[in-house]
């Protein structure tokens, strides 16, 4: 029996409020011209106050299933790719389930960072091809600006909100899910994290009072990661799934930065630059939705032919990394 896993159908959901770096000028000492030349970002999405990341990825969820022509009752599975969950728990795919009213469907959230979507795109796999699950719901979803100091330059330019998601089956026309590779290296989990929160350091007045709930950076050293531990899953998973770069129709990487969407594309000597997806300059860092959200642009403004091959690629705190080869829709 041919269990191949594949993605069956594509939705996203941006909110519709626009944060500008006009904007951010008022709010921080920064400037259109630095935000640009630095990051390539000009605008990002924020969710309303009481539009929460379970919200924005139910909206997705429902947008893919459409895609799909799967109801939710289809669904057995679903797996939430977040950083910013609702709660610590229950998980986000719980309270996603209730949204959507996938009845049938188990659930569980992926922590993966910015790197969740594609570690949920390896799990989705697996759970097809072993015939453990038939119709997998994956939802990348992020409310960045609550865990966001906006009155960090350097940090507050960058995140916007936004979800994500997509259906993997092997039943159906779709995107063959070739080969995935992951990676992760927590010697340097300092770098890019939320210091309070959980056990280590539970949330009190003090851990408020000093920022601790928002998102730490050392940016410049994540950069020079992200470039190397990008282009290295990228071609590691080209030649496990027997593939190379001239084969590549379109890269989506992970929409962090557009100095490290360059600096990535230009280790890819075969692949010109009009075939790197990026949609950074206008949602910023939408950490583990990025990816996601990318796929189904493309896949909206795109007519993906049989034999295109889409490489996927991210990383994020953890370290985490790691690269999705898909191909054509047979
Ligand atoms: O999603 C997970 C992965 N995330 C990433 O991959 C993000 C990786 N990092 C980055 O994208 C970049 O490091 C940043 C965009 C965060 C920063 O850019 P940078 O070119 O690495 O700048 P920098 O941190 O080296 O800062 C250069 C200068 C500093 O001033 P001094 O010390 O040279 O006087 C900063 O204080 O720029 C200053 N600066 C700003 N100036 C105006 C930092 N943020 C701002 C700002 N506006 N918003």
Redesign the pocket.
């Known amino acids: 029996m041919n269990r191949k896993a594949k993605i069956i159908g594509t939705g996203s959901y941006l909110p519709e409020r626009i944060l500008s770096n006009q904007d951010l000028e008022k709010m921080?000492?920064?400037?259109d011209e630095?935000?640009v030349s630095?990051?390539g970002m000009k605008e990002r999405r924020l969710a309303r106050e009481d539009e929460f990341t379970s919200d924005m990825g139910a909206k997705a969820a429902l947008a893919a299933l459409k895609d799909s022509g799967l109801s939710p009752q289809d669904i057995d599975f679903i797996l939430v790719a977040t950083t910013t969950p609702d709660y610590p728990f229950p998980s986000t795919a719980c309270l996603i389930q209730q949204q959507i009213g996938a009845k049938q469907a188990a659930g569980l959230d992926v922590q993966a960072a910015?790197t969740g979507f594609i570690y949920a795109l390896s799990i989705a796999k697996a759970f097809v091809e072993t015939g453990a699950y038939k119709n997998i719901l994956i939802v990348a979803a992020e409310k960045l600006s609550a865990v966001t100091n906006y009155k960090d330059?350097?940090t507050c330019?960058?995140f916007g909100d936004g979800a994500g998601a997509c259906i993997v089956s092997s039943t159906g026309k779709g995107l063959g899910i070739e080969c995935v590779e992951l990676g992760c290296d927590g010697e340097q989990a300092n770098l890019?994290m939320m210091p309070a929160g959980g056990t280590r350091c539970p949330a009190s007045k003090e851990t408020v009072e000093n920022g601790l709930h928002y998102i730490k950076?050392a940016?410049?050293e994540?950069?020079k990661h992200?470039v190397r531990r990008m282009e290295a899953a990228c071609k590691e998973c080209l030649e496990a799934a027997g593939s190379s770069e001239e084969k590549v129709t379109y890269l989506i990487p992970?929409q962090?930065?557009m100095r490290?969407i360059d600096a990535i594309a230009k280790r890819f000597e075969h692949l010109p630059p009009e075939r790197v997806f990026k949609t950074v300059q206008k949602y910023g860092?939408t950490?583990a939705s990025s990816v996601a959200i990318a796929l189904d642009e493309l896949a909206k403004t795109y007519v993906i032919q049989q034999d295109d091959q889409i490489l996927l690629t991210a990383?994020?705190?953890g370290l985490t990394w790691g690269a999705a080869l898909l191909s054509g829709r047979k």
């Open positions: 921080v000492e920064t400037s630095w935000i630095r990051t910015c330059r350097s330019i960058l890019l950076m940016g410049n994540v950069f992200a992970h962090a930065n490290i860092n950490a990383f994020g705190g």
